[in-house]
């Protein structure tokens, strides 16, 4: 008993430790890109101008895989399904199990959002994907280290591992259409952080089907998905010379909620400091629809269709920190008949 107690102690310690060198090694690669510029950019922040817009709900229908139209010029959501008297395990538990047997493996980490311009306003940082995972999880992380997300985002390396191709595979109406020919897979990439991450607005030259595979507590963390119509193209992408990606929007929005118990109400703010703001609130109130995405559950996102996406927490404030979520794209074309 003792022996075994002396063990734990010791991977007790272990673990704090490398998540100590972790965090360590995390804020000295970030910390040049705070100091004394941090305060400036806080405050102009904080000075800038925001309005609030009154979003849709998405006339997103639930519908099954076999009335799927691969030629769907509206996202479509398709509900999750399980039945309840299969006992599963937690689909969290399988993917971190299975991401575990690539422990080694070196992943690049995204530190900031790579929408950020300024100087070392967003680089990636080398290390084991085990470390990852073990900060990840860690009960005393937010999330953000010297005040910038940390993000395992479109990491496209998953699919060598066995264990994780064995859990996490194409939807069937996807591997349906590969298998008969009507489509051409491009890439599936996993997205895996915590609370708070996001992905600023941009589109993909690709049908993207999106599917939440994961999350920590399945009740707890999802993923909100601002959508907007390739229409509302123009006043999106702003100025290029203030954009690192030519598919990614310079306007900026923040997603707040109301703080409820049980099911909190999502607000997005969009910011005044784009040129065009009157006209753009006009597109987004009439165009923008949103969406929450849970566990197991799936959304087609059409070629050419603007989407923003952010791990968020669905209860009370308890839960804000230490979820994450796990999500999986599939980027695809149609195949000319």
Not at 235 to 259: I, P, V
Request: hydrophobic content about 35%; charged content about 20%.
């Amino acid at each position: 008993m003792c022996d075994l107690r002396s063990s734990r102690i010791v991977r007790q310690l272990v673990v704090e430790r490398l998540h100590s060198r972790i965090t360590t090694n995390l804020h000295r690669r970030v910390s040049r890109s705070f100091g004394a510029s941090t305060t400036a950019v806080n405050k102009a922040q904080h000075e800038q101008s925001y309005i609030e817009l009154n979003f849709k709900q998405p006339p997103l229908v639930p519908v099954g895989w076999d009335q799927f139209n691969v030629t769907a010029s509206q996202p479509v959501l398709f509900k999750a399904y399980q039945d309840p008297t299969i006992s599963q395990p937690s689909r969290a538990v399988q993917l971190l199990s299975a991401l575990t047997k690539g422990r080694d493996r070196i992943v690049e980490v995204e530190v900031g959002r790579y929408d950020d311009t300024r100087l070392d306003g967003f680089h990636q940082v080398s290390m084991r994907l085990g470390q990852y995972l073990d900060w990840l999880q860690s009960e005393r992380t937010d999330g953000r280290v010297g005040g910038k997300q940390v993000y395992l985002a479109q990491w496209i390396g998953h699919g060598e591992i066995e264990a994780v191709r064995d859990i996490a595979f194409p939807p069937p109406v996807l591997s349906t259409l590969i298998t008969r020919g009507r489509v051409d897979l491009y890439q599936s990439a996993l997205f895996l952080g915590p609370t708070g991450a996001v992905t600023p607005l941009h589109y993909d030259p690709y049908i993207n089907l999106f599917h939440l595979q994961a999350s920590s507590a399945s009740n707890d963390y999802a993923k909100h998905i601002l959508l907007l119509p390739p229409s509302a193209s123009e006043l999106m992408r702003g100025s290029h010379a203030h954009s690192r990606h030519h598919n990614t929007s310079t306007l900026d929005f923040q997603l707040h909620t109301d703080g409820s118990h049980e099911c909190p109400r999502f607000r997005v703010t969009a910011s005044c400091g784009v040129s065009g703001t009157s006209k753009a609130r006009d597109v987004i109130e009439r165009d923008a629809v949103t969406c929450i995405l849970r566990e197991n559950e799936t959304l087609l996102i059409p070629r050419g269709w603007w989407h923003r996406v952010e791990n968020v927490a669905l209860r009370d404030a308890s839960c804000k920190h230490g979820g994450w979520t796990a999500g999986l794209s599939y980027w695809f074309l149609p195949r000319q008949q």
